[in-house]
């Protein structure tokens, strides 16, 4: 098994700060719809941009440095929207911002309260999602990203009237929002900034959101972690079904990922996008003989990876039991018994014992890390929980 795909091919290292994925004091917020994608940095350590976006190609997997609003130069800096007021041009104080989830009309944003500092005049790249003030992005359910800047700061707030200002022209606030669209086919296509007089889909976003579920609890820590969960898993999977195995670093895709992605689909009540993912899992990453792709590949025997075949065999259990739709089932039967079948091959049995048996464990690392042939836990378990459906399934 070759050792190229351990390597990171992006130094982070190179070119400015905000190219590096873990900068100290940095958060990340993630927003999407499916056919556009954006991650909020906030960045309250001075290292990196304080408060900038990054706009995200969705089919196109790579390092933080290749995103649309990504300069070479200047990193996340020219994302920055700044405020004019009577007494110059303002921009988000790292040390002072707190950025949170909140909502917009019932749908997922992300909002930062912070101070402001007078700053030099920069002539901004395009125009972002971001101010010094009170601040929040969110997403609708149609092809293009909205921008809310729902309020100045203190210093700003005895002017009546203020601009958020682009590369294109001064905006009111009052009278304009930002929108992002998509141009062009999936892989080739642009993100192109325009200002928008007022959105059209916020009713059906939120008629999206209202449909996952939520949670309350005595826990404000756990009440947190869900809502991270909530809002960011359905951002970052695109229309097609199409998932980062880790976003800005691996830029591959697994089964198991994936699997278990869409497992929590189901749970959230986000159906649709589980379908399509299982869906794609099941037409495009397992092939006749039963075995999956793992990081984008396809695997010699001792190399694979049998747990997968399990974690897309309970995924699928998990929609058809919550949904009551089994056409997924029909359709992929055959595929379905081959990915049940795969591991019960002569090659993975271990004779005395009847479990399975090869050189990969389920931290990945195979030969090249020493591994020897033998038996890994995790591979027992998911392949016997596949069994119990499929032989329900059968039944």
């Given at each position: ?16 700060p ?73 921009a988000?104080q ?8 909140t909502d917009?009309g ?5 909002g ?15 125009a ?21 800047s ?7 707030r ?18 304009r ?33 209202a ?25 970052v ?8 195995g880790?976003?800005w ?37 397992v ?10 590949r396809r ?11 399990g974690?897309?065999?309970t ?27 795969f ?40 392949v ?12």
């Open positions: 098994m070759e050792v190229a795909e351990h390597f990171y091919s992006d130094d982070p290292t190179q070119g400015p905000d190219a590096k994925t873990t900068l100290a004091g940095v958060d990340y917020f993630f927003l999407g719809n499916g056919l556009i994608q954006a991650a909020v940095q906030v960045c309250t350590s001075g290292l990196a941009t304080p408060l900038g976006l990054l706009i995200l190609h969705p089919e196109r997997l790579g390092p933080k440095r290749t995103a649309l609003t990504f300069d070479l130069k200047h990193g996340l800096a020219p994302t920055t929207v700044r405020i004019r007021t009577a007494t110059g041009l303002l988000p790292p040390g002072s911002l707190d950025a949170h989830w917009v019932g749908v997922p944003a992300c930062s309260h912070g101070k402001a500092t007078t700053c030099r005049s920069k002539r901004p790249s395009i972002p999602l971001v101010s010094p003030g009170v601040w929040s992005a969110a997403y609708g359910h149609a092809s293009h990203l909205r921008a809310f729902v309020g100045p700061f203190a210093q700003a005895s002017k009546s009237h203020w601009t958020v200002r682009s590369s294109c022209q001064n905006v009111s606030r009052r009278k929002r930002l929108s992002t669209r998509r141009v062009g086919a999936a892989m080739t296509g642009k993100c192109m900034p325009h200002w928008t007089a007022a959105p059209t889909d916020e009713a059906d976003g939120a008629s999206l959101w449909g996952c579920a939520t949670l309350s609890c005595p826990s404000p820590t756990l009440e947190h972690l869900f809502r991270a969960a909530r809002n960011q898993l359905p951002a999977i695109t229309a097609s079904g199409r998932m980062d880790s976003i670093q691996y830029n591959l895709e697994w089964v198991r990922d994936q699997a278990c992605a869409a497992t929590a689909l189901v749970c959230l009540g986000a159906v649709e996008l589980a379908r399509t993912m299982i869906d794609r899992l099941l037409t495009e990453f092939s006749d003989e039963g075995d999956c792709v793992d990081s984008g695997r010699a025997a001792a190399d694979v990876e049998l747990d997968q075949n974690y897309l065999i995924a699928l259990e998990t929609y058809v039991n919550w949904t009551g739709d089994v056409d997924l089932l029909r359709r992929h039967w055959a595929r379905v018994v081959a990915l049940a079948e591991p019960l091959r002569g090659e993975f049995r271990h004779a005395p014992s009847g479990l399975l048996h090869n050189r990969r464990e389920y931290w990945e690392r195979h030969d090249v890390h020493g591994i020897q042939d033998g038996l890994e836990m995790v591979h027992q378990l998911y016997a929980v596949a069994w119990r459906a499929q032989r329900v399934w059968r039944g």
